[in-house]
């Protein structure tokens, strides 16, 4: 999630206590026989009444800690600091680097029934863990483009709208390299994933001399707002930025779309930690969440639309900001390792050249 539902709540007290035993020179996690879950999610993406049936239903205190960025979370772990959680969400690029570094505990697919209700669209993109060995698919998610329809009219549906030069002055894209670059990559019918050195300064040339003249800045904080009092006509970012500041009575007069052409998107999933005390009601609650009337109400909370369990459509009750579908064409962000410093220096070129 890209995490725009504001700031970190106040650090959960964790009751839990990890304990470990030496056996044959390797540590074994003891399970402790506390009715505790310690979930570390991202800011507000958990809704508290799902929070609330589960600890009535299982007799279990939840305890929710979060985190606004995959790299705290990833950071506060790999320095000790995240002892006592059970499960995490971390994206896509950090399941796969966590599965290589071994810090996951493979999920029980015993308990696991709700598995049939995941989508085999996401989980063919999620090549890194597609049996879901490690990791359940939580929300899939991608960034697209908003446009004030009072203000613009007549416009392609393609990431091409930024290299309007009269819109000049009206639009935003987002300070986010892998995003940013990947929409470029993806107008060239190429991977977001692409490493290839040519290929990137292309991309990076049609961001620098066909979008950039025509953007305000690039803004990933505060362009929900600036679309709100109408100074944005035109921002790429996350849908839930811009119906976030927008009141709903003016709803109308927003028109989100991710372009046919697709682009970066997000895959936030569900992992239990290897030293888990509570590894039994962690499967639980990755269960739960996949109840489809449960997960509907998880989407409903932030008009998310219905895409990585499908058995949850029929509950909902709200209107989806923008079609599941638009997100087929889109590809994850993966972990390109020391090719990342391809996309920085391109980027750097970009923001301050």
């Known amino acids: 999630m890209k995490k725009i539902f504001g700031k970190a709540v106040a650090l959960a007290t964790m009751t839990a206590a990890l304990a470990v035993l030496s056996s044959c020179g390797e540590k074994e996690v003891v399970q402790s026989d506390e009715k505790v879950l310690n979930l570390y999610n991202w800011t507000y993406y958990t809704p508290d009444s799902v929070i609330k049936k589960f600890e009535d239903e299982f007799g279990v205190k939840v305890n929710v ?23 995490i969400v971390p994206s896509q690029d950090y399941v796969s680097i966590m599965i290589e570094q071994d810090m996951l505990r493979e999920i029980d697919h015993e308990k696991f029934t709700n598995a049939k209700n995941i989508n085999p669209k996401v989980l063919e993109k999620a090549t890194y863990d597609p049996e879901m060995k490690y990791s359940v698919p939580y929300y899939f998610g991608a960034a697209g483009i908003s446009v004030n329809n009072t203000k613009v009219q007549n416009y392609e549906k393609s990431w091409n709208i930024f290299a309007r030069t009269d819109l000049k002055g009206h639009m935003s894209m987002m300070d986010d390299m892998r995003e940013v670059l990947g929409d470029a990559l993806a107008c060239m019918n190429l991977s977001v994933n692409t490493v290839d050195d040519e290929k990137l300064k292309d991309a990076a040339k049609i961001v620098k001399e066909n979008w950039k003249p025509n953007l305000v800045k690039f803004d990933s904080e505060g362009f929900g707002k600036s679309f ?71 989407l409903d909370a932030f008009r998310f639309p219905c895409y990585v369990n499908t058995e949850a459509a029929q509950y909902m009750k709200t209107t989806p900001m923008y079609n599941a579908s638009e997100m087929d064409n889109c590809e994850l962000k993966e972990d390109i390792g020391e090719d990342l410093d391809k996309f920085n220096e391109l980027w750097q070129d970009i923001r301050f050249n």
């Open 228 to 298: 709100r009092d109408g100074d944005f006509w035109v921002c790429q970012g996350y849908a839930e930025a811009i119906f976030g500041e927008v009141p709903e009575e003016r709803w109308n007069e927003i028109d989100f779309f991710i372009p046919s052409d697709g682009g970066p998107s997000y895959l936030d999933s569900m992992c239990i930690l290897k030293d888990s005390t509570h590894y039994a009601i962690a499967n639980d609650f990755i269960n739960f969440i996949h109840r489809p009337e449960i997960y509907a109400e998880f």
């Open 65 to 87: 800690d979060s985190y606004t960025t995959n790299e705290e979370m990833y950071a506060k772990i790999k320095a000790g600091g995240g002892k006592g959680y059970d499960i």
